[in-house]
């Protein structure tokens, strides 16, 4: 009877360290990735090697060919109007 007190006792605790190993490193990648993810106010060079090929956005609008006008009512009935711009790629 004592060796089997034993053997739950020693397998609950591998179950809680491996449970706090797992928690701990996921909270360690969450925390990387907001640091990551999230600089505000940071300015980062347009030719940056973090932006991976994704462009600045310009101030010129869109081509006419990915211009969509749209319109819709919203919930309480008024009419909203405007334009979809679809991205080229």
Known sequence: MKTRHVVATATSAVAVAV??????????????????LTKPGEVIAEDAPVWGG??????EPPPDEVRRPLSFRSADGTLLQGEFWAQPH
Do not use: I, V
């Open 19 to 36: 449970g706090a190993t797992l928690g701990s490193g996921a909270l360690l990648l969450g925390y990387r990735f907001m640091q990551e």
């Open 54 to 59: 994704w462009h600045f956005p310009t101030n």
